[in-house]
């Protein structure tokens, strides 16, 4: 069984986000999907001051295995990306919810969190997956 | 139901993620398939393969069938337990196969027999077409489904092996050669494997294989799943078969020209009618293997581009964990040389055409 920590938001393409405050979220992806990817060679995050959109591509997880779309869960700017990755991709195998963190935005909407799955939704959700 | 390995709650226990293969419920890592390709390319590493199909080939006509039957020469085999890596050719000189097989005795003794090892994907087409072949020789085809196979890769697995079993079995693995076999005590220890690395591929009852499997991981071999097999055959420049070549292409497209074997003139193998009517015709296609130097992971399917020759497609491709970049083979152009492109995930990328291995003595290898 995945770990899925309950004071995250989730997204049904497996990204999670983190409330930092003051309108500020972290945005990796969850355990189960890097469960699913296998061991991940590179990512490719979006640019800083980057605006993303809800829904939009904004970036690719490539693991030994495939290629997976990484989708913005919420809108707004990019105010910081995990550089770490480039050197150590394996972070987001490893520690998925906390060093392999992938970007931080500031929401455009903060409404848009609340229309996330919380952790018993995206659970199940990933039981039908 | 899947098919199963005599190993097959020793992998569950260990916390393989396991993965259906042709069938079989086969472990694909046991936590992290890079790490487990780097074990092996540093110290050691064991591989369950007992999903491999091992067949026994005895009788009057053994030599004169296998010179029949496959591409490569048997008659090459010139001491006890040498190997030999051949592919298994229709009448149009396509693959049905490719396999291994092993002169079991001295050769041209009164009783000489072989073991072939061929792929588990392809085990009932093999047989029948072995079958088949066999109507007009007196020999005797015996499939071995009791034999459990443990391949043990990696600089130090024949230390780490001969560490583990009885003193006659540890002399016979310090004294292998390259590509040879020795029966010891009831166990077939080969000399061979599919990694790039020295090490062993040990044919076993399938009622020792736990015992040996557990020695070998509590003396320090990694266990190590396909994932991690695709990966290391990869990198040395392997193929695969049913990806890199199949039916519909022959040895010469699929840098396998060496394993054909065109002197003598006169033996008549399956396939060879075709292949020299290719060879002297001009050869279509070709498999190369392709480097990409930048970010991005090329994958099997993949469209190669060589400018002004038209395109070709990726066969095998992956991240190479040694190298730290994607490689790739591909089956192009003939006349394909030096450059080509590959479109990875919309965007064009350029590679680089390299000649397989691509990692030797887990060192980049390709030029």
Not at chain 2, 28 to 37: A, F, I, T
Not at chain 2, 46 to 62: E, L, Q
Not at chain 2, 215 to 222: E, N, Q
Not at chain 2, 284 to 291: A, D, F, H, I, Y
């Amino acid at each position: 069984m995945s770990n899925i920590p309950s004071e995250l938001k989730y997204a049904a393409s497996h990204e999670w986000v983190r409330d930092e405050g003051e309108g500020v979220v972290s945005i990796g992806i969850s355990d189960h999907a890097q469960d699913l990817l296998g061991d991940v060679v590179f990512v490719e995050l979006p640019d800083l001051d980057a605006d993303v959109s809800a829904g939009d591509e904004a970036g690719v997880v490539e693991s030994v295995k495939a290629a997976s779309d990484l989708y913005a869960p919420v809108s707004g700017k990019v105010i910081a990306i995990n550089e770490e990755l480039e050197d150590a991709p394996e972070l987001v195998n490893s520690d998925p919810y906390g060093d392999g963190w992938f970007f931080k935005v500031k929401l455009s909407d903060p409404a848009e969190l609340e229309a996330l799955l919380d952790a018993d939704t995206y659970a199940s959700h990933c039981e039908e997956d | 139901m899947a098919k199963t390995t005599p190993l097959h709650d020793q992998h569950l226990a260990l916390g393989a993620k396991m993965v259906d293969f042709s069938g079989w419920d086969m472990p694909l890592h046991y936590g992290s398939q890079v790490e487990e390709h780097h074990q092996v390319r540093r110290e050691a590493g064991v591989f369950d393969v007992s999903h491999m199909t091992i067949v026994d080939v005895s009788g009057p006509d053994a030599r004169s069938y296998l010179r029949h039957l496959l591409a490569n020469d048997v008659a090459r085999l010139d001491t006890q337990g040498r190997a030999l890596y051949s592919p298994m050719l229709n009448e149009h000189g396509g693959v049905i196969d490719d396999l291994i097989v092993y002169l079991m005795t001295e050769p041209g003794v009164t009783g000489e027999w072989y073991r072939v090892v061929v792929n588990c994907a392809t085990r009932d087409n093999d047989l029948s077409w072995m079958a088949d072949c066999a109507v007009r020789f007196d020999v005797s085809l015996a499939e071995q489904p009791d034999l459990a196979m443990i391949a043990v890769q990696g600089p130090k697995a024949r230390q780490l092996a001969a560490s583990v079993l009885s003193e006659s079995r540890a002399r016979l693995i310090g004294q292998l050669k390259v590509f040879q076999g020795q029966e010891s005590e009831g166990w077939f220890i080969a000399r061979t494997g599919y990694t790039g690395e020295d090490g062993l591929e040990v044919m076993i009852p399938e009622e020792e294989a736990l015992t040996f499997f557990q020695a070998l991981v509590d003396a320090g071999v990694r266990p190590c799943g396909l994932g991690a097999r695709d990966t290391l055959r990869l990198e040395a420049g392997l193929n695969l078969y049913g990806s890199d070549m199949d039916e519909t292409v022959t040895p010469l497209q699929s840098n396998m020209g060496w394993t054909v074997a065109w002197e003598p003139q006169e033996r008549s193998f399956i396939g060879r009618e075709a292949l020299e009517r290719q060879r002297d015709g001009g050869v279509p296609s070709k498999l190369v293997g392709l480097v990409l130097e930048q970010r991005g992971v090329l994958r099997a399917h993949q469209t190669v581009v060589v400018d002004g020759l038209g395109e070709g497609e990726i066969t095998s491709g992956t991240f190479s964990p040694t190298l730290g970049y994607s490689i790739a083979l591909a089956r192009v152009p003939a006349a394909a040389d030096a450059e080509a492109s590959v479109l990875v995930r919309g965007k064009t990328l350029p590679v680089k055409i390299v000649r397989p291995p691509f990692v030797r003595k887990g060192a980049q290898g390709h030029s």
